[in-house]
C-alpha cells in the first residue's frame, strides 16, 4: 500500500435503517481500524425519525421525483426533527467511539460543510403530480477542509443536511452526501453499512461489480434505498474514490471483501 493510499481518510455511511443494532462487536472493529486510518462517519436517521412521530412511518411522507427517486417530504418541522434526532444519534456515536480510545467529533453539513443547489418544485405524491416546496436539494458543495486534520486515532461524524444558496437548511440523501463528502475529502474507500449483506441481482447475491455494470442494474432493475446507494457509488467513484463497498458486516471484512458487494470503476 502507497504512502499516499495509507493516509488517505476512508468514509463510512452508518445507515439509519441499521444503526441502532450494530453489535458491539462492530464497533470494536470500526475503532480498531480507525486507529491507523482517518475516519469520516456519516449518519442516517431513518428509524430513529419513525420513533419519534408515527408521521413518518406515513407512505405520504414519501414522495417521488421525475427520475422516480424517493425523497422525504421535508418542511422546516422536519428539518427541526432531523436535528433533535441526529443530535441524540450523534452522542451515541461518539461515546461507543471514545469508550474504544478513539476521539470523535461532530459536523452539522449545514454549518458550511455542504451546499446544495436548487431543488425540484414538482413532485408525485401517490399517483397526483404535484407543485409543492420540499426542502431537500442536491449537493454541489463539500467544503472538506471544515472537516479538519483528517488523522488517525480521531473520527469526524457528519449529520448530512446542506444550506442552499438561499440561506436554507435542507435534506440530502444520505448516501449521496457520503459520496460526496469521501470525493472531496479524497477517500480511498467508502463503505456503504446497510442492513443487507449485499447487492441481491436475480435473487442472486454479487460480491464485485463494475460501476458500469452498477449503473446499468440500478436503471433497470433497482429500487429504493438500493438505487440511492448504486447512484451514489457511481458518483463517489466519478469524484475520484477508488472502491465502494455496500453490506452490514464490519467494516474490515467488507474492505478485505470477504463478503458484502464491491464496486469499482473497471
Known sequence: MSAARSAAPTVVKLGGSCLDSLAEAWWDDLADYGRARPLVLVHGWSKPLKRLSPRYSDPSAILRD?????????????????????????????????????TAERVLGSDGLVGAG???????????????????????????????????????????????????????DADRAAAAVAAAAGASDLVLVTDVTHLLIDGEPVSSISAAAAAEFRDRGATGGMR????????????????VVIGSAPVTDLLAGRTGTVITRA
Not at 451514489?232 to 477508488?242: F, P, S
Request: proline share 4%.
Open 66 to 102: 421525475r427520475y422516480g427517486n424517493q425523497s422525504r417530504w421535508t418542511t422546516p418541522e422536519v428539518i427541526e426533527d432531523i436535528k433533535t434526532v441526529s443530535a441524540g444519534l450523534g452522542e451515541e456515536v461518539v461515546a461507543r467511539l471514545e469508550s474504544r480510545g478513539r
Open 118 to 172: 436548487e431543488g425540484e418544485r414538482w413532485w408525485w405524491r401517490g399517483k397526483e403530480l404535484v407543485e409543492l416546496e420540499n426542502l431537500v436539494g442536491p449537493i454541489n458543495r463539500v467544503e472538506a477542509g471544515l472537516l479538519g486534520d483528517l488523522r488517525p486515532g480521531h473520527c469526524r461524524l457528519v449529520t448530512p443536511l446542506a444550506r442552499n444558496s438561499a440561506g436554507q437548511e435542507v435534506n440530502t
Open 228 to 243: 440511492k446507494k448504486l447512484r451514489a457509488a457511481g458518483e463517489a467513484l466519478d469524484g475520484g474514490v477508488e472502491r
